[in-house]
Structure formats: C-alpha cells, structure tokens
C-alpha cells in the first residue's frame, strides 16, 4: 500500500513539474528569446474575438515571414478567420484612425502595391500604447475617429483588404516614440510589443501558430 502510495506522488510530481516547466520547452516555438511576455494572469488584453470562438494563428511573433526578428511587427499576429467575422476590442481606448474604403482582394492574390490600401482601426490606450486592427472589410469599420471603446466591445469586421494572402485579422500593440501620435499615426514608425492575454489557454511565450497548435486559441470569459 505504502509503495503504491510513493508512485503515485511520485508520477504526480512528475506530471506537475512538466506542466510548471512547458513553457521552457523550446519546442514550443519560442522565436522570441529576449522578449519578456507578460504572465497571462497579469496581462490587460484579451483576445480580440468573440467569447467561445476558436481561431487559429497563421503567423505568429518573430517568425522567418513579415513578422521577423527586429522588424516594426516583429509582435504582431495574424489570425486566419473568414471575411465578415466580428472584431472585439482587446483593450480599452480611443479610437484615433480608421479607414475602411478598400476593397476585399481575391484570395491567393499577395501583392506588396496594396500594402497601403488595408482597412482598420487604430485604438490608443490610457498607457500610450497603440493597437492596430488590419485588413478589414469594405466598410468594416464600426467606431469613427475619437470614439471611446471598452475592452471586448465590437469594432469591427475583418475582412481581405491589403496586401494579404488570404483572408485574416493583423493585430499589433506598439509603443510609440512619439508620445501623442494623433492625428497622423502611421503604425510603421512605431514598434511593436509583446503581448497575452487573460482570456485562453497558456502560452507564456505568446500564442503559437498552427503548425503547433492546430486546435488554436479560444476567448473565453473574464
């Protein structure tokens, strides 16, 4: 009885001490080794879709494609989701850019001259930081400019404008030299930050993409 007792504790441990260690695991696909990411507990952001959906992240954080190490997205993430899909405040704010006259581009079709015909929305937050919302839907925009916005409130649409590969939400918190952007913000000459959220499952590193978490993330309540 007693022996059965000492493995049982014992394989316990074990099992606890994996699950306090994973986020160690370069496995993982921790691209960002001198990032410091906020414990998701601590962190001010939820994801930015509806409570009880799941998505999948196309492309994660300082990743070999646009969001590289060092770049000005290198913290951005790109969500694979259908044109249309509603788009949630991740944080509180005030809405201080929006543009949503572009077109929704075929899918497949990449090209860089549409870099600067994406829709979106750009929040400002009490901390200075910015989040940017991209590739929106024709006319997906739900706030005008100076709007105030409380986290998970409705926003937008997301949609296939820009220079995209298919369908999917860019989202970004940068943090701005600049300490009052408005009104002429543009999201380039500002730097990304890396970011949690409260609302899903762990991932101390921040979030994954699908080649290692295929099930992907859903927001649930807080």
Known sequence: MKKLIFITVFFSFISCSKKETKCEDSELGVNCPDATFLKESDSPYVLPWEIGKTFTIGQSNCTDGSHFIGGYNQFAYDVNMPIGTPIFAIRSGVVIKVVENFIDIEPGIQ????????????????????????????????????????????????????????????????????????????????????????????????????????????????
């Open 111 to 222: 090209d860089f001259a549409l870099a600067d015909q994406a829709n979106l929305i750009v929040i400002e937050h009490e901390d200075g930081t910015i989040a940017d919302y991209l590739h929106l839907t024709l006319n997906g925009v739900l706030k005008d400019v100076g709007d105030n916005v409380v986290q998970g409130e409705k926003i937008a649409l997301s949609g296939n404008s820009g220079w995209t590969s298919g369908p999917h939400l860019h989202f970004q918190v940068s943090q701005c030299e600049d300490t009052d952007p408005r009104p002429n913000y543009t999201w380039i000459e500002c730097e990304s930050i890396p970011i949690t959220f409260k609302n899903t499952k762990e991932h101390c590193h921040g979030l994954l993409d699908r080649n290692l978490m295929p099930d992907g993330y859903t927001a649930e309540k807080y």
